[in-house]
């Protein structure tokens, strides 16, 4: 195309290896960032997330559910992990109250990484008042960069906060793991 023009958008896909390879990873990974757990159970909502490792499809991760099952561990602590380790790129983790603040610099990285997303309080810009993870999500829809996310809020809640369009975004940007259960917190 004439100029540098291209209008091809496509998407990264990540593999971390195969199905064995990934929950051997996962497994050590989480260990080695949750030192005060002795031994991981493996659950459904774990067994999701090896299967993405596999072949992420270009997509990131939207972790949400119940409290106390490893949500902020995995996205903090696991993922940065993973992604260093196995790819060399950084995975920056940022708390959701941060956005407002930090939200402009945040928009350089590589991929999104946001824990607790629906506690961001609104930004109001001289009348103007918007959500900083709106801002993020429609810039990672524009230039197709991997979202990762926890939340406790559920795709109806995420609506009523945000609007359709930005959960329909999320959706397309991120493969959705459930959480659900009692706390393993003790």
């Not at 949500?71 to 992604?83: C, S």
């Amino acid at each position: 195309m004439a100029h540098g023009f291209n209008p091809v958008r496509s998407v990264e896909r990540f593999s971390f290896g195969d199905r064995a390879a990934c929950e051997r990873l996962f497994y050590q990974a989480f260990r080695f960032v949750d030192r005060t757990c002795r031994e991981v159970r493996p659950l459904p909502e774990y067994e999701q997330i090896i299967d993405w490792m596999t072949d992420t499809g270009g997509k990131g991760l939207i972790l949400t559910g119940d409290c106390g099952r490893g949500k902020t561990t995995i996205l903090t602590g696991v993922l940065p992990l993973l992604f260093m380790h196995c790819k060399g790129r950084v995975l920056a983790p940022i708390h959701a109250d941060k956005l407002p603040g930090e939200l402009v610099p945040y928009l350089k990285r590589w991929a999104y990484c946001v824990d607790e997303v629906g506690v961001e309080s609104k930004v109001n810009n001289y009348g103007e008042r918007y959500e900083g993870f709106q801002v993020l999500i429609n810039e990672a829809e524009r230039l197709l960069k991997p979202v990762f996310v926890s939340t406790n809020l559920d795709s109806e809640m995420m609506t009523r906060r945000y609007d359709k369009r930005t959960t329909d975004r999320v959706i397309r940007l991120c493969r959705a793991v459930r959480f659900a259960g009692e706390s393993l917190r003790k």
